[in-house]
């Protein structure tokens, strides 16, 4: 049997490193759960002064930005580059400027989401990530609320709990719309 990393190995991973320590919580707690019913886990965020949640299991990675991105000629201006990638050529997309709300300012907590989509890969920059959140299935509400950043058309529902709302964007309906598609400037 395996050890499993060290916390120091993992400092420079934020998404493994978060996984480590999901795991470890459950194993010290006996995989108790304070929350009754089904669970929905998703990846916190903040784009500008708002706050986002993206299902878990749309999610690939969370990552830092790249060092080095190429810039694509003729491709629009919310596209910053490519990244490589572990050898994988990666499109990092800026969110808020792709959904018109301005640009993503490099800067210490700025993190690239990886979009865990068989067909079309993408790294969005968001201002942070804010680690895992769950909620109970009965705190979820369809209708999504209104939001500074113009993402209405991408919003799955948002999630309520102690006066603070939740909208949860939907990377899959973000990345197969066609505006998203016309990469082409």
Known sequence: MSQPPSLRELRDRP????????????????GR?????REWVGVAFRLGAESFLVAREETREVMSLPSSLTRVPGARAWIRGLANVRGQLLPVIDLRQYLGSGTTSPGRN???LVVNHRDIPA???VD??????????GE???SPPPTLVRCERYLAGAF???GETWPVLSLKLLVESPSFLQAAS
């Open 128 to 137: 942070e990530v804010l680690g895992f959140r769950r909620f109970a299935d």
């Open 110 to 112: 700025v993190r690239v």
């Open 33 to 37: 759960n304070d929350v009754q019913g």
């Open 160 to 162: 309520r709990r102690d």
């Open 123 to 125: 790294g969005l920059l």
């Open 140 to 142: 979820f509400e369809a």
């Open 15 to 30: 998404f493994e490193l978060l996984r480590e320590l999901e795991r470890r919580c459950r194993a010290a707690t006996g």
